[in-house]
Structure formats: C-alpha cells, structure tokens
C-alpha cells in the first residue's frame, strides 16, 4: 500500500509568496509518495544499528527469513520483524526485537525507538507517532555456537 506525503514549505521564500505566474513553489508542485516498504526498512536498518539488539522478528519469523535468504532472489530480510503503517503524514511502526543476554531492556527499548523515530522522520518526512516494541526472545552467549556448529555440519558438495 502506498500513501502520499506532502510537505508544506515555502521552498526559501521567507514571505510565502507564490512564484512566477502564481504557480506555487517549486517545492509545492506536485506530491511524493512513500511505499510501506520503504519506512520498513529504514526501521529496521535503524534498530539493527543498536548494538544490544542481537536481531529482528520472532522464532517463526527469522526461520522462515532464513529460508528465504538462502533463496535466490528471496531477498535481504531487511524488513523482517518490521510492520508499519503509513498514512498521508504519519507512520506507526511495531518492532520484534531479539535483545542480547545482560542488556537493560527497557534501556535499549528507548535507544531502539530514539533511532527508529530520528531516522524515519529524518528520511522520510513523516511524524513518527509510534513506535511499539516487542521483545520476543534474548539471545544468550552460548547460542552462536550451537547455531554456528548445526549450519557447519552440513556441508553440499
């Protein structure tokens, strides 16, 4: 779904007057539109920046990211664990965070919102109105290992 976002600027005017011919701004001609998939992946890029966040979406959900990542073409699962909403000048996101073991949750749950709202409304224009976390899962230290030592035994030749 893709939803329209227009800014009202008077592109370097300070008087707000028209330009030649009553035209309007060269900023205000015309409209802009920003794809829902768009504002997901700047979400998830900018959770992902957060180092005590060991990664994004629930147990089903990154299974089936790395299925899908091992297929061709099945893309970079940039947006997994990511939902948003986009209306014509706002954006509502919901968040599935994995968190690392030792890390302050609610620390890095107001780190992860901080950077999700400065960069979308920084990219995008959009007033961020929320930002819903869910942590669904820690990750202990001991788990890199075991996932580490199940994809290293099979090997295809």
């Known amino acids: 779904m893709t939803e329209t976002t227009q800014r009202s600027t008077t592109a370097g005017r300070q008087d707000g007057a028209t330009s030649q011919g009553g035209k309007g701004a060269p900023g205000t001609r015309g409209s802009t539109a920003i794809a829902d998939t768009v504002v997901a992946k700047i979400a998830g890029m900018a959770a992902r920046e957060i180092p005590e966040v060991h990664n994004l979406g629930g147990g089903m959900t990154r299974a089936f990211g ?17 939902k948003v909403e986009v209306g ?3 954006a509502a ?12 949750i609610a620390d ?7 950077n999700v709202i400065n960069a979308v409304e920084r990219m995008t224009g959009l007033e961020v109105v929320e930002v819903n976390i869910a942590v669904g899962d820690v990750h202990l230290p001991d788990e890199e290992e075991d996932e580490s030592e199940q994809q290293g035994g099979r090997r295809v030749a």
């Not at 790395?66 to 990511?82: D, E, H, I, K």
């Not at 996101?93 to 302050?104: F, I, K, M, P, S």
């Not at 890095?108 to 901080?114: G, L, M, P, S, Y």
């Open 93 to 104: 996101v919901d968040l599935d965070v994995v968190v690392e073991y030792g890390t302050a």
């Open 66 to 82: 790395a299925v899908r990542q091992r297929v061709p073409g099945g893309g970079s699962g940039v947006t997994q664990g990511v």
């Open 88 to 90: 014509e000048r706002q």
């Open 108 to 114: 890095t749950a107001a780190d992860v919102r901080t």
